[in-house]
């Protein structure tokens, strides 16, 4: 097992490498970019004042003198912004800078938010990791009792009206989801019960410990309950019919003719085996909820995540951004994907990955 976690962890250096590539190439065929936006902007500006450079950009004109919009920027003005943003080099010597700089976690600084990107990162990543970590854990702690209690009752009504609330809940988008839980109990028209903005209320710094918990419980309970509205119904079929699978063959039937109870039956033999295409599901299902899933949601509740960051970045052409946050969601995301085969063994010791050829 050793040498497959190993084996694992090695692996992940030329995934991450082929991925930024593979992205980086895509955002230079792209049309567009920061240089052809800020000369947008400054193109913009300047047929607005009529003359000259308005604002801080006044002092990026090297050449003085008024500017007719007619003539376009001077070639310095450009060389200056290309240079500004690290544009005046040829791509494959930015590329090999950038994975320089990835090595030792270093992203570089925000084209437009004048802060370095691993600060913008470490401080919005807890909002992140809060409603991905709560949101996934909590579709699961609902989806699989739900889907073995609807395996067990296939056919009978109980099975008939949770699957009609589950295709309803389904149906219904999060971020619609998520406005009528404001409507309803964040004071837009009823209830005046959780707030609206942000995880943490004012002097939060100063509450006690169980005070500072039970704030957070509180700023987290709306989004939370949004996002995993739409989340746990496709869990909860999965866990549904993978138990029904397992149920119908014939080594669980011998275990009943052995006289075996049916609680040792399903949770002793047919759980384990039923559980490994869900435990299998969970990294994917993380990363979504943890980056694009949860992209509107921070949005209505005012919550500054990676989601809204890297969404405001492509936006924006921001691309130490784009890229700094690919790099941590692939990371994230390749780590638990070894972290789902380790919970593979737990659940089934038969299954050894360390014979697996590399």
Do not use: C
Request: glycine share 10%.
């Amino acid at each position: 097992m050793l040498r497959y976690i190993l084996n694992r962890l090695l692996l992940i250096v030329p995934t991450l490498l082929g991925i930024l590539l593979l992205n980086f190439i895509i955002i230079q065929a792209a049309p567009g970019g920061p240089v052809e936006k800020l000369v947008g902007e400054l193109k913009g500006m300047s047929s607005a004042t009529g003359s000259g450079f308005a604002g801080g950009s006044a002092d990026m004109a090297s050449s003085g003198g008024p500017y007719r919009g007619s003539q376009g920027l001077p070639p310095e003005l450009i060389e200056r912004i290309e240079k500004m943003y690290g544009f005046d080099k040829p791509a494959s010597e930015r590329f090999i800078l950038m994975v320089k700089n990835y090595a030792t976690f270093e992203f570089g600084d925000s084209y437009y938010k004048d802060r370095s990107v691993t600060e913008l990162i470490i401080e919005r990543l807890p909002v992140s990791i809060s409603l991905g970590l709560w949101s996934t854990l909590l579709a699961y702690v609902i989806s699989i009792p739900l889907g073995i209690r609807k395996a067990i009752k296939h056919g009978e009504p109980f099975d008939v009206w949770t699957s009609s609330a589950i295709i309803v809940g389904y149906a219904i988008p999060s971020f619609l989801f998520a406005i009528l839980l404001i409507v309803l109990f964040a004071g837009g028209s009823y209830w005046n019960v959780f707030p609206l903005r942000g995880l943490t209320s004012d002097g939060w710094e100063n509450m006690s410990l169980i005070g500072k918990a039970l704030d957070y419980l509180w700023h987290i309970t709306l989004p939370t309950i949004a996002i995993v509205i739409g989340s746990f119904a496709p869990l909860t079929m999965l866990t549904k019919n993978s138990f029904l699978d397992e149920i119908s063959k014939q080594y669980v039937q011998t275990a009943r003719a052995k006289g075996l109870s049916e609680n040792r039956v399903l949770y002793g033999h047919v759980f384990r085996n039923a559980m490994l295409i869900v435990i299998a599901g969970f990294p994917a299902a993380f990363i979504s909820l943890f980056f694009t899933g949860v992209l509107l949601i921070e949005y209505i509740f005012s919550l500054d995540g990676l989601g809204l960051l890297g969404f405001e970045a492509v936006i924006n052409r921001d691309y130490p951004i784009v890229f700094g946050t690919l790099f941590i969601f692939t990371l994230i995301g390749l780590l638990l994907k070894l972290v789902s085969d380790l919970t593979y063994v737990l659940v089934d010791p038969r299954i050894d990955f360390s014979r697996r050829d590399y």
